[in-house]
């Protein structure tokens, strides 16, 4: 199981440990932070309907543990639900590995 902490405008992904073995990291795609600044959110389509932060965790549960590749997946799910829409913010994303 997989726990998303919403900080302010930010998302921080982690790994829920074991509470019976510290040492176990309980299975999770993406180990380590993602963070973002609220034009990834906000994006829109030309409906008007934003990204969202379900659309965010969706991508996370299923995209690659590397940082630069999940980057690159989350900026072609953005880039795939805006469509032809002019882009109104910016798109600034981090994210690190826990190794």
């Known amino acids: 199981m997989c726990e998303y ?3 302010y405008s930010f998302h921080i992904a982690t790994a829920i440990h ?23 959110d906000e994006a829109e389509n030309a409906q008007r309907q934003m990204f969202g932060k379900e659309r965010i965790t969706e991508v996370l549960q299923t995209a ?3 940082p630069q590749t999940l980057i690159k997946q989350m900026t072609q799910a953005v880039v795939d639900f805006v469509g032809d829409t002019e ?9 690190l590995q826990y190794l």
């Open 87 to 95: 882009q109104s913010d910016d798109l600034t994303m981090l994210a």
């Open 18 to 40: 074991d509470k019976y073995n510290p040492d176990a990291v309980v299975e999770c795609v993406f180990v380590g932070l993602f963070l973002y600044t609220d034009g990834l």
């Open 5 to 7: 902490f919403y900080i």
């Open 64 to 66: 690659s543990p590397e």
